[in-house]
């Protein structure tokens, strides 16, 4: 049976949190002496000295409504980065516990786990980059507290199969994350709408990616009410700024400008496979659900420096497991994606 309180960290199960004005006070008018803000005013011209609030309800109000989800299960962060931190914090204890990740992936989950000092089990995916879940039922102990998947997976850009997420979520009682930054590429269903059936389940989504608001540093994690005390617990007080929530809301009245920009970035990768296919060098375009493409070329490390030469940055991700002569290309515009062909043609004259 799986018990949130078991998985907790023993220390995490007294906390007392930290009590901000704005907990103690939640009204909005009156006379605020209560949190030695600058009663003045700010050195910008628009006004930020008040401090913002802390759970972020009116985003969030407005995020439930769009993901047909009730604002209790919604966590937002500074980036994704901030939830995957405090799910090691709260869950992991150093030295003792560990999580299981699936190479290639994100390499954000290995980095937090060494960070936070907690040992980083990989299982690796199979070599069409699905994942192997009979390697994770044996990589997993009574230690393992997070499986950390990773789907459209960042660089291979494909789905795993979503029937294997699910065999993960009913057999084991930790904690498995799914991380769909990438699913408004994607042609299916958030598991979001698996919430309830499985108390287990953390689906992280990110403003950086379709909404185009990389800068602003605003990651979204769906869980339990139970886990998401946990996480409001130990987070900062104030962990989003102002700007940060003001902007997004009101960004967030005309959403359909993502829908267009979505299905903008759609026909380019569509185009952009096109092009690629017809290059002699380049041997296999990974499928993607997500807004770039993992392409294989014959000497992908001399391609990717000499692409720099052109002033054409992608990524070279030709050392990474499994993906040997590989670089990861993110789908720019229709302009972008020729001057990166071009490019790739003036080289293989040379
Ligand atoms: C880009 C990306 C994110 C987004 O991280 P932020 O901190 O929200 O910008 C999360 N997960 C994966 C797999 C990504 O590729």
């Known amino acids: 049976m799986f018990d949130l309180r078991d998985l907790l960290r023993p220390h995490l199960r007294e906390l007392i949190p930290y009590s901000s004005a704005r ?6 008018f009156g006379v605020f002496l209560d949190a030695n803000e600058n009663p003045v005013g700010s050195i910008t011209p628009e006004k930020w000295n008040r401090y913002p609030d802390p759970y972020q309800t009116k985003l969030k109000e407005k995020i439930a409504e769009i993901k047909g989800i009730i604002p209790g299960h919604i966590f937002l962060g500074n980036g994704s980065d901030e939830p995957i931190d405090l799910l090691f914090r709260a869950f992991c204890e150093p030295g003792v516990d560990n999580v299981i990740i699936n190479p290639p992936t994100y390499g954000m989950y290995k980095v937090s786990a060494d960070i936070n000092n907690v040992t980083a089990r990989e299982v ?6 699905d994942l192997d879940v009979d390697g994770i039922f044996e990589a997993m102990d009574m230690q393992t507290k997070i499986i950390f998947i990773c789907s459209p997976n960042n660089p291979t850009g494909n789905d795993v199969t979503l029937s294997k ?7 084991y ?3 498995v994350v799914v991380d769909e930054a990438y699913i408004d590429f994607a042609d299916r269903p958030s598991f979001i709408e698996k919430l309830s059936a499985y108390p287990n389940l953390i689906i992280l989504q990110t403003f950086s990616k379709a909404w185009g608001l990389a800068s602003l540093r605003l990651g979204m994690a769906f869980c ?13 007080p104030y962990n989003l700024s102002g700007l940060t929530q003001r902007t997004v809301l009101e960004a967030l009245e005309n959403k359909e400008e993502k829908d267009e920009m979505v299905s903008e ?3 380019s990768r569509t185009e952009l496979k096109r092009l690629l296919s017809e290059l002699p060098i380049v041997k296999k375009i990974h499928p993607s659900d997500a807004n770039f493409y993992l392409v294989e070329i014959d000497n992908a490390s001399e391609y990717y420096k000499r692409l720099i030469e052109k002033k054409v940055i992608v990524r070279d991700r030709s050392k990474v497991v499994l993906c040997d002569n590989c670089l990861r290309i993110t789908v720019g515009t229709n ?8 490019a790739l043609k003036e080289i293989e004259l040379v």
Do not use: M, R, W
């Open 173 to 175: 009682n930790g904690l």
């Open 224 to 236: 339990s009410p139970e886990i998401l005390s946990v996480l409001n617990k130990i987070k900062a």
């Open 124 to 129: 690796l995916l199979t070599s069409d980059y």
């Open 23 to 28: 907990d103690d006070y939640q009204g909005s």
């Open 165 to 171: 997420i699910e065999q993960v979520l009913k057999a």
């Open 265 to 267: 970035i759609l026909s």
């Open 335 to 342: 302009y972008e994606n020729f001057k990166l062909v071009q």
